[in-house]
Nanobody, 123 residues
Framework: QVQLVESGGGSVQAGGSLRLSCAAS????????MGWFRQAPGKEREFVAA????????IYDDSVKGRFTISRDNAKNTVFLQMNSLKPEDTAVYYC????????????????WGQGTQVTVSS
């Protein structure tokens, strides 16, 4: 079972940037597809971005496409989410998630989750 720990959240003004990191506990990190999800107050958790096991393929929700970039460093067991041009509507708790041997946008496909990191964007 993999354990995930997010970091890098914080408060920023609209138009600013943040870089989230998610460190995984398992040395077999390259066996896991990784995703980022977010949950705003009063809303359901939603897909943000995902990356394949190798890191060669990525997919984004339309709301973040062109502003956010997901990447991974399999040597360091870490996945990143670079967030640029942040908007107030990006305010949420951001979670990284992992699944063995696959990847995608379906939240139900991810059995392993981090504790979340708060991102707050002020106007």
């Amino acid at each position: 079972q993999v354990q995930l720990v997010e970091s890098g959240g914080g408060s920023v003004q609209a138009g600013g940037s943040l870089r989230l990191s998610c460190a995984a506990s398992r040395p077999t990190f390259s066996s896991y597809g990784m995703g980022w999800f977010r949950q705003a107050p009063g809303k359901e958790r939603e897909f943000v971005a995902a990356i394949s096991l190798s890191g060669y393929s990525t997919i984004y929700d339309d709301s973040v496409k062109g502003r956010f970039t997901i990447s991974r460093d399999n040597a360091k067991n870490t996945v990143f989410l670079q967030m640029n041009s942040l908007k107030p509507e990006d305010t949420a708790v951001y979670y990284c998630a992992a699944q063995v041997g696959s990847w995608g946008t379906n939240i139900n496909g991810y059995p392993y989750w981090g504790q979340g990191t708060q991102v707050t964007v002020s106007s």
